[in-house]
Each structure stands twice: as structure tokens, then as C-alpha cells.
Nanobody, 119 residues
Framework: QVQLAESGGGFVQSGGSLRLSCAAS????????MGWYRQAPGKQRELVAR???????EYADSVKGRFTISRENAKNSVYLQMNSLKPEDTAVYYC?????????????WGQGTQVTVSS
């Protein structure tokens, strides 16, 4: 069973930075993609950024130019560097992993880490 361990959330003032980390464990498997989603109170969970096994990445328009996603394949880990944080970035951030199960994928989620940005 795939498990995701997140770290790095916290409280920061507007304009500050945080770095989220997520490490996957639970045996041998092929990762299709890893990424980060977030959910603010009263809102739906939304994609923040994700990166495929081949290195292709995508970002939500609201974070482009401020957030950077990266992966360390040898450690089955993904990171999210968040700069120039804004109060509207406040949310619970969830690590996401898509495991390749041919011909489709299986989805796994971390427990979530709170990011709070004060104005």
C-alpha cells in the first residue's frame, strides 16, 4: 500500500516562502506523476502543481511564477517551493501520487499539511 508523508507546512507572512516535501513509500511501484493539491475552507480541492515521471510539469494559473515543483526520483519524493506567498494561498495542501497500473493509474493522497499566510 502506497503511503505519502508530507512535511513543511506552517504559518508565514505575506510575501514569505515555504517548502513542502512529500515522500512515498510502500513497496515497489511505478509512479506516473506526483503533485500537490490544496483545499481552502468552503472550496473544492484544486490542483496546485504536478510533475510526471518524464519531468513534465503543470501549474495552476494562480501560482505560476511563484511556485516551483520538483522531484527526486531516487527518493520517490516531490517538493513544492512556494515563494511570494499570498493570503489566498492559505489552505490545506495535499500530496498526490498517481501510480501506474496498466492501463490506468491508481490515486493516493497524503494526510494534508496546513499552510497559513497572514496579510
Amino acid at each position: 500500500q502506497v503511503q505519502l508523508a508530507e512535511s513543511g507546512g506552517g504559518f508565514v507572512q505575506s510575501g514569505g516562502s515555504l517548502r513542502l516535501s512529500c515522500a512515498a513509500s510502500g513497496g515497489i511501484f511505478i509512479i506516473y506523476s506526483m503533485g500537490w493539491y490544496r483545499q481552502a475552507p468552503g472550496k473544492q480541492r484544486e490542483l496546485v502543481a504536478r510533475i510526471t515521471n518524464g519531468g513534465s510539469s503543470e501549474y495552476a494559473d494562480s501560482v505560476k511564477g511563484r511556485f516551483t515543483i520538483s522531484r527526486e526520483n531516487a527518493k520517490n519524493s516531490v517538493y513544492l517551493q512556494m515563494n511570494s506567498l499570498k493570503p489566498e494561498d492559505t489552505a490545506v495542501y495535499y500530496c498526490n501520487l498517481e501510480k501506474l497500473v496498466i492501463p490506468t493509474t491508481s490515486t493516493y493522497w497524503g494526510q494534508g499539511t496546513q499552510v497559513t499566510v497572514s496579510s
